[in-house]
């Protein structure tokens, strides 16, 4: 159970960089670009939802499976949940430019991307914990 966390997470980091080169794309691309901003806003409300299911399991594998480590104290369950909070802002942005938000526009990239170096400093962070 203590690898499930950290297999999940490869996974969902693997996603996150993906939508990641599909919204570069989407701003850089002259053909395709209606079909590649449809499959960033379907798989970024996929890997915004992948992240806080990770989070979670994150949280139980830590309560359940190891005694040795305190929730809350270490860099890896602060740079999860700053990433979840950015990666829910980035969800937030992205509903507001559908509904037209001019401003939102100016602000959703820079989260992803804030989003994506965090998820790097992440994985380096959980590292030293895996068992």
Do not use: C, K
Not at 102 to 110: K, L, M, V
């Amino acid at each position: 159970m203590a690898y499930l966390h950290p297999l999940v997470g490869a996974l969902v980091l693997a996603l996150l960089i993906y939508v990641g080169v599909l919204g570069l794309q989407v701003r850089t691309a002259r053909r395709h670009r209606t079909m590649l901003a449809a499959r960033h806003e379907r798989l970024g409300t996929v890997v915004w939802v992948a992240v806080l299911v990770s989070w979670l399991g994150g949280v139980a594998t830590t309560v359940l499976d190891r005694p040795d480590l305190s929730l809350a104290a270490s860099l890896h369950f602060r740079s999860g949940t700053a990433l979840a909070l950015l990666l829910t802002g980035s969800w937030l942005t992205a509903r507001a430019m559908r509904a037209g938000g001019n401003e939102a526009r100016d602000w959703h990239p820079w989260l992803g991307a804030a989003a994506l170096l965090l998820a790097a400093a992440h994985l380096a962070a959980g590292l030293r914990l895996t068992p």
